[in-house]
């Protein structure tokens, strides 16, 4: 039995009496992320270039998205692989974040990176790769930039937890916990998504937490039922990857919806976050 006021103080609902709820504001106005809303972040794995980003990102702040993901740094098992447009990408989020109005996410791999994302993203990500990267998470916690928080993939819920509290001891409280699927025995999805941890979390810690179906599943046809799944076990939203042409995206397009299934999941999931009560986003 996990001892939560010991191993995870500041993340644990003991010591808070309120659900944290995370403002995000945008150019076009505020995002909410917490317990009685339901927020959708949607965008492709990485910025690939200007044009299509630009397309896509219209699309879907039309379509419901009420936050933009775009990655910037993309970590990737081969080195050989499309590792993103890095810092040169950073213009055409911003680029996306004015045409759109929508707030915008990316995810940090190196403390020098730093510089100059902040002020330029509403929200850092923080990789399932580099869940346990204390260095980073220490600097993330000087912040006042919400962080989102991915769960390592062979990390616990109590390491999830505890990483989350090296950025609340910095004096950040601007955390999201995003479950994203972790490694087991299950070779036919790329992760094996951990549904009950999301109804543990919201039990045992005060923070938002969100579900990344796409990393979680690796199937784009896995990818509407489970966000599904998600929002019924009480997650506060949804991350997925979307793609104008997934076949052929740059990074993991065979998890990526296409424009007309983003649509489909945006209904079913106002439909569920109706029956659940909780608010959506006014975008
Ligand atoms: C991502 O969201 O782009 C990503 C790389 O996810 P994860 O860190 O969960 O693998
Ligand atoms: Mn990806």
């Known amino acids: 039995m996990v001892n939560e006021m010991k191993a995870f103080q500041l993340a644990a ?10 403002q995000v504001t945008g150019p076009a106005g505020p995002v909410f992320i917490g317990e009685g809303y339901c927020t959708i972040i949607a965008g492709p794995c990485a910025v690939e270039n200007r044009d299509d980003y630009l397309h896509l990102a219209q699309f879907l702040a039309s379509s419901g998205a009420h936050l933009l993901r775009g990655g910037l740094f993309k970590p990737r098992t081969s080195p ?4 993103g447009l890095g810092k040169e990408g950073l213009d055409i989020l911003k680029e996306a974040r004015l045409a759109t109005g929508l707030p915008v996410i990316t995810e940090v791999m190196d403390i020098r990176d730093l510089d100059y994302l902040v002020g330029e993203v509403d929200i850092l990500q923080v990789g399932s790769r580099n869940m346990q990267n204390y260095a980073l998470l220490d600097e993330l916690g000087k912040l006042d930039t919400p962080v989102l928080l991915k769960r390592g993939f062979s990390a616990t819920i109590e390491e999830w937890l505890l990483a989350a509290e090296y950025i609340l001891a910095q004096g950040n409280g601007q955390v999201i916990l995003c ?19 999301v109804a543990l979390v919201k039990k045992l810690s005060h923070l938002p937490v969100m579900v990344d179906p796409s990393h979680a599943t690796g199937k784009w046809d896995m990818v509407i039922p489970v966000a599904k799944a998600a929002i019924a076990a009480g997650a506060d939203g949804v991350m997925v990857e979307v793609h104008q042409d997934p076949d052929h995206a740059l990074s993991d397009g065979k998890q990526s919806l296409n424009k007309d299934n983003f649509l489909i999941m945006v209904n079913q999931i106002h439909r569920l976050a109706d029956m659940e009560k ?4 006014t975008r």
């Open 80 to 83: 050989y692989s499309f590792r």
């Open 278 to 281: 909780k608010k959506l986003n």
């Open 13 to 22: 609902r003991g010591n808070k009496t309120e659900d944290t709820i995370i």
């Open 179 to 197: 479950e994203r699927g972790i490694r087991t025995f299950e070779p036919y999805t790329r992760n094996t998504v951990d549904i009950g941890a």
